[in-house]
């Protein structure tokens, strides 16, 4: 089945720092979304990202399909920004193409 | 708009006791979703409805886990009886159809003791 791998698995920022978290996929992919799992364990919807690039506040993400990965910028970072960040695909091909599979996550730590 | 509703929050039973949890998915939406996440890893696709109807439950243990969605809008997962390694956050999601933008529940929190 397709693998969704997440680097770094940790990062410890400063506030005010910024940072770029990655998502590989081993597969074509149908779809795309980051999340934001904060300390209370909610997900948090950040983008539905297929392709191209979409931007929200301090926030924005890029998918490369057709080279399968996907980034997740965030600038001038926050201590409310900590948590865990996920990825999770649909995949195109093969018996998954329903399902909603999730990368191994980034553990973020901010600072004050 | 109400986003996804779950209960109980948090739930503590002893080994080879049962439990429920009901989930009430987004108004309109199709597809719903529960997943475990046991502490530390990713969330792990248990079992899928398109309305009231079963699209995957192939990760499901089935000898102690039972799902149903009935009417295609709310949900119940059971377990039945409850191991140590079902400790975990189990999460309902729900999108409109499938391979859409997905919306999760706050989760119920399972220790088993």
């Known amino acids: 089945g397709i693998q969704v791998e997440q680097s770094p698995p940790d990062l410890i920022l400063q506030e005010g720092a910024n940072s770029t978290l990655r998502c590989n996929f081993s597969?074509?992919?149908?779809?795309l979304q980051w999340f934001h799992q904060n300390p209370w364990g909610q997900l948090i919807n950040l983008f539905y990202?297929?392709?191209g690039t979409k931007q929200n506040g301090r926030l924005s993400a890029t998918t490369v399909a057709t080279e399968r990965y996907s980034l997740l910028y965030i600038s001038s970072s926050q201590t409310t920004d900590s948590g865990v960040y996920f990825c999770?695909?649909?995949?195109?091909?093969?018996?998954?193409?329903?399902?909603?599979?999730f990368g191994t996550g980034t553990l973020l730590a901010v600072q004050p | 708009e109400a986003g996804v509703a779950q209960s109980p929050r948090y739930k503590i039973i002893e080994k080879r006791q049962s439990v429920a949890f009901w989930c009430n998915p987004i108004s309109g939406h199709a597809t719903l979703y529960w997943y475990q996440q046991i502490l530390g890893q990713g969330p792990k696709l248990l079992i899928q409805?398109?309305?009231?109807?079963?699209?995957?439950d192939s990760q499901l243990p089935k000898d102690r886990f039972s799902a149903e969605r009935l009417k295609g809008v709310d949900s119940t997962l059971k377990i039945q009886p409850a191991k140590l390694e079902d400790s975990a956050v189990y999460l309902c999601?729900?999108?409109?159809?499938?391979?859409?933008?997905?919306?999760f529940g706050q989760g119920t929190r399972l220790t088993v003791v």
């Open positions: 999601a729900s999108s409109w159809g499938e391979n859409t933008e997905a919306f």
């Open positions: 990202i297929p392709s």
């Open positions: 999770a695909v649909n995949p195109l091909y093969g018996g998954a193409t329903n399902k909603l599979i």
């Open positions: 597969d074509s992919v149908n779809n």
């Open positions: 409805f398109q309305n009231n109807g079963v699209v995957d």
